[in-house]
């Protein structure tokens, strides 16, 4: 494997689910980023994490937890999601410690929630 | 005032021709500029960085930057079929924040 991997490509949910969606970076990066893209809507950054200590949490609701147990595994916890929360949810990597525009993208998970 | 600002487009160019995507930013104490290519159904690929004033050339793309003007544009020369997609400019804030605009789609037309 190489580069940065997500997992699952698509996940459909209902509001009362609970998920998880997963991130693995190969690239010995020190920063991962979870991002959100909707449809005609700028990338919206969600969590940073530098060296396994997050460092940005851009005002996201709580039904979205981060966990970051290494440097190399991002995980997005989902719970009592609401429609408008489909997106794509895009893992990124990077490899300075603080932050940087130089990122690594994953091909995202497209979720939809009913 | 969005922070960065793109068209959406559709922007069409013919095959061969130069492509000129633009950008505008709000913040002025912006310093990394950047822009990603993003396929239909795919993640965004950075393809270039520009940090100071000027040009910078990579093949056959060149990424131009005025902080006095708040732009940044990217232009494409000898533009493909393959080239079609969407294009997003990020902009690293004076607050370490990346800001990505809502991207150009750009169309190379045979």
């Known amino acids: 494997e190489t580069g940065v991997t997500q997992t699952p490509r698509h996940l459909v949910m209902g509001m ?5 969606l997963k991130c693995e970076q190969h690239l010995g990066h020190n920063a991962m980023y979870w991002y959100k893209q909707s449809a005609k809507k700028p990338l919206e950054l969600m969590f940073v994490y530098s060296l396994e200590e997050r460092v940005e949490n851009n005002s996201v609701p709580s039904r979205f937890s981060p966990e970051c147990p290494n440097s190399s595994h991002l995980f997005l916890h989902l719970h009592t999601l609401q429609p408008e929360d489909s997106a794509l949810y895009l893992c990124a990597s990077s490899l300075a410690g603080g932050v940087t525009g130089e990122l690594f993208f994953g091909e995202g998970s497209r979720l939809t929630v009913l | 005032q969005k922070e960065v600002e793109q068209n959406s487009g559709p922007l069409s160019v013919p095959e061969g021709a130069i492509a000129s995507l633009n950008c505008t930013y709000s913040d002025r104490g912006s310093q990394s500029f950047f822009w990603y290519r993003q396929y239909s159904g795919k993640s965004p690929e950075l393809i270039m960085s520009i940090y100071s004033n000027g040009d910078k050339e990579d093949g056959r793309f060149t990424a131009q930057l005025n902080k006095a003007s708040q732009y940044v544009s990217l232009l494409i ?19 370490s924040k990346i800001i990505f605009g809502s991207g ?7």
């Open chain 1, 16 to 20: 009362t689910n609970k998920k998880s």
């Open chain 2, 77 to 95: 020369r000898d533009s493909q079929p393959s080239d079609s997609a969407t294009y997003l400019c990020a902009v690293l804030g004076s607050a």
């Open chain 2, 104 to 110: 150009t789609r750009l169309s190379i037309r045979p």
